[in-house]
């Protein structure tokens, strides 16, 4: 079946720690708000689907929540606070150059020997001089954004959990009306499987083929950009394999949620290449006026690329991040939304 | 249906990476063998079951891969030299002292101020003090296993992924005969989607629920320790939430499969609680004999338990890991095993 959002609400149990993290909010915003940033919430990683209620087996969604991390980052660096909500153990801004598994920060650190002069002195440590650089970059920048305090995060692991976090958080943003920008990053199960549902302990093998049946997970895009919020600016990320399936996804979702952007990206192509697409009302007259692709006078379609050796360098430190364009264009885009108070 | 172990290799492609892997196991392996180390081959973390070719969605089965990534440093410390087969992005010893979530390295590294005797060189980095002393233990033990050369480390990503390599490695295994030990703790799908029945793109949603029925894994135990290992020591693991399940499920996996210990442990307590189950004819007489629960004389139970309180300390540092006794009960064991020529 399929559940509207009241229905979801109304039946599936809260996360224990919600109300913790909503007050936890409530104070970030408030500080934002009394000194006049921006705020945007990432949403980054993917959400799970328990089918134990003693969770040993899940669905799960391809993401190791790149987008999402490298986004808040570009973000802190254009003025914005961050809310990131992101899949417990995906990547966080900052950290995210230095995966365990591509850049192990062990790697470059170093023993040093204690002196001739004082040879009893515990050895000392100290960071490869080739490294040096690079880890002085992104250690200043963590932390100039944690003395400013314009980074907040906190965690999700199932698709309930992320259901209920997004919608106390857009109410909490409300009070910043339009300052507020919704990056939904996050790769989002379509389907759930209600409580009701669920098997109480690991399910047994041996006893034949495993046979899963899920019900589909509301939409809360529309309530989110009709009710929840008042005037932010919100975008949608659409993921597909099959390239035909891209504009016509992203345009189908524009027309049912009425929000402002669906930035589209290919599984295969998405380091360097997305598009953006919007509807021609919400934006006035673009740059570069072009027929839409779909031969109608309704959508706007702006693709954005970068060279494709480029992402590919120094492990953590590609040359160019296409993250850093997306939110330059959002930017752009968010602060003449603010501007053209309705 | 059901897979054999034939018809799932007969029927189920190889991952791409295969040959290259083994390739260089195998490098590792004689190099050990010249050397007279004993050989463990520890497996961490879940598998994931995609449900798509171009994967977007996937089933997995829960696990950070921290009793692995843990086990195998205890093992090192021993001087055993450890094939460390992991999950992708799951936790690895040593950095997973240093997770991103619970003790971020960033937050104790320090930007120290140029000196006054030379103002324009670049900030140096530093240790905070009170970490450097753990720092210093886990650097000092890395560099050393990274110069003996005597830690492999590959990654696995899918069920099918994980099922090659075991049969690949364990036959590769064999060189070192009783000297190979296989310490099974990755949580392993019991369930997959044979290639044949995977969609080729995304699943779409809008299209009512979610059906998905797969099939039974192969069970690799029992062909494992009968014929591909030439006498290697061989213990799998076995995880439970329902308590009355734990003794019966890992007597039945004995039996089964007919490999040396099985170490139960429930998903609640297994921090700090373990169970050795074996059959009394391989070991002898146990130190301290005591009937089985079941009331036979055919199995042993052997319980380690630590105090709750020391695995909860410093993040990333408790007062005592679980897995250190693990690992010294399975040398006293191996060692006895290697000892006594069949």
């Known amino acids: 079946?399929?559940?509207?959002?009241?229905?979801?609400?109304?039946?599936?149990?809260?996360?224990?720690?919600l109300q913790h993290d909503v007050e936890q909010v409530r104070e970030f915003v408030k500080r934002q708000a009394k000194e006049g940033r921006n705020v945007v919430l990432v949403t980054s990683g993917g959400t799970t689907v328990p089918l134990e209620l003693n969770v040993v087996r899940f669905l799960d969604n391809f993401s190791?929540?790149?987008?999402?991390?490298?986004?808040?980052?570009?973000?802190?660096?254009a003025g914005y606070a961050v809310i990131f909500m992101h899949r417990q153990f995906s990547l966080q801004p900052f950290s995210r150059h230095y995966s365990h598994s591509t850049n192990p920060f062990l790697d470059f650190l170093e023993i040093e020997p204690p002196s001739s002069s004082s040879p009893d002195a515990d050895p000392g440590i100290s960071v490869t001089p080739n490294k040096r650089h690079d880890l002085l970059n992104v250690l200043t920048e963590y932390k100039r954004v944690h003395a400013l305090g314009t980074l907040h995060t906190l965690t999700f692991v199932t698709v309930d959990d992320y259901l209920w976090l997004l919608r106390a958080l857009s109410q909490e943003l409300a009070v910043v009306g339009?300052?507020?920008m919704f990056y939904l990053a996050a790769?989002?199960?379509?389907?759930f499987l209600p409580r009701q549902k669920m098997s109480e302990h690991k399910i047994q093998s041996g006893?034949?083929?495993?046979?899963?049946?899920?019900?589909?997970?509301?939409?809360?895009?529309?309530?989110?950009?009709?009710?929840?919020?008042?005037?932010?600016?919100?975008?949608?990320?659409?993921?597909?394999?099959?390239?035909?399936?891209?504009?016509?996804?992203?345009?189908?979702?524009?027309?049912?949620?009425?929000?402002?952007?669906?930035?589209?990206?290919?599984?295969?192509r998405r380091k360097f290449e997305v598009v953006f697409v919007s509807k021609k009302h919400l934006?006035?007259?673009?740059?570069?006026?072009?027929?839409?692709?779909?031969?109608?006078?309704?959508?706007?379609?702006?693709?954005?690329r970068i060279n494709v050796a480029h992402t590919n360098q120094t492990p953590g430190f590609p040359l160019k991040e296409i993250e850093e364009d997306i939110v330059a264009e959002l930017v752009r885009r968010h602060t003449e939304w603010i501007a053209r108070t309705p």
Chains 1, 2 share one sequence.
């Open 178 to 180: 339009r300052r507020a």
């Open 283 to 304: 934006h006035g007259p673009p740059p570069n006026p072009r027929p839409a692709t779909d031969g109608s006078d309704e959508f706007l379609e702006h693709w954005l």
């Open 64 to 77: 190791a929540g790149t987008r999402g991390a490298t986004s808040a980052e570009y973000f802190l660096k």
């Open 1 to 17: 079946m399929s559940f509207s959002a009241e229905a979801y609400f109304a039946s599936q149990p809260p996360p224990p720690t």
């Open 187 to 191: 790769a989002v199960s379509d389907f």
């Open 207 to 268: 006893k034949g083929n495993l046979s899963i049946e899920m019900d589909q997970v509301p939409k809360l895009l529309k309530p989110l950009a009709e009710d929840w919020t008042k005037g932010g600016y919100v975008i949608s990320f659409k993921l597909e394999t099959d390239d035909n399936l891209l504009l016509p996804k992203a345009r189908q979702a524009l027309e049912r949620y009425g929000h402002q952007v669906v930035i589209g990206n290919d599984l295969h």
